[in-house]
């Protein structure tokens, strides 16, 4: 059974930081990929980055230079810069084979609980 478990999430102020993380349990990574989505109050979730088993990534415009995703052995990790209000929102950790287009969230096979992070201006 595959489990994700995301933490890392909190309150900050404009401008300032946070790192999420998300612990992978029975999940293989060869060839297969993870990513992070967001889920805003009452908006669509929305792919934020993803990133290969080989290492390759990709960022969505409204974070990029912003936002990074990277992944060490069995945890996947999203360092956020620059927070601005508009990326409060409940934050997951997805896992699955590539689909396109990669930032829907309904071509994902596995997800977690979600951590939410609050921005204030």
């Known amino acids: 059974e595959v489990q994700l478990v995301e933490s890392g999430g909190g309150s900050v102020q404009a401008g300032g930081s946070l790192r999420l993380s998300c612990a992978a349990f029975?999940?293989?990574?060869?060839?297969?990929?993870m990513a992070w989505f967001r889920q805003p109050q009452g908006k669509e979730r929305e792919g934020v980055a993803r990133?290969?088993?080989?290492?390759s990534t990709l960022t969505a415009d409204s974070v990029r230079g912003r936002f990074t995703i990277s992944r060490d052995g069995a945890t996947l990790y999203l360092q956020m810069n620059s927070l601005k209000p508009e990326d409060t929102a409940v934050y997951y950790c997805?896992?699955?084979?590539?689909?396109?287009?990669?930032?829907?969230?309904?071509?994902?096979?596995?997800w977690g609980q979600g951590t939410q992070v609050t921005v204030s201006s």
């Open positions: 990133i290969y088993s080989g290492g």
């Open positions: 997805a896992a699955g084979y590539l689909r396109t287009p990669w930032y829907r969230a309904n071509n994902w096979d596995y």
């Open positions: 029975g999940y293989t990574y060869s060839n297969t990929y």
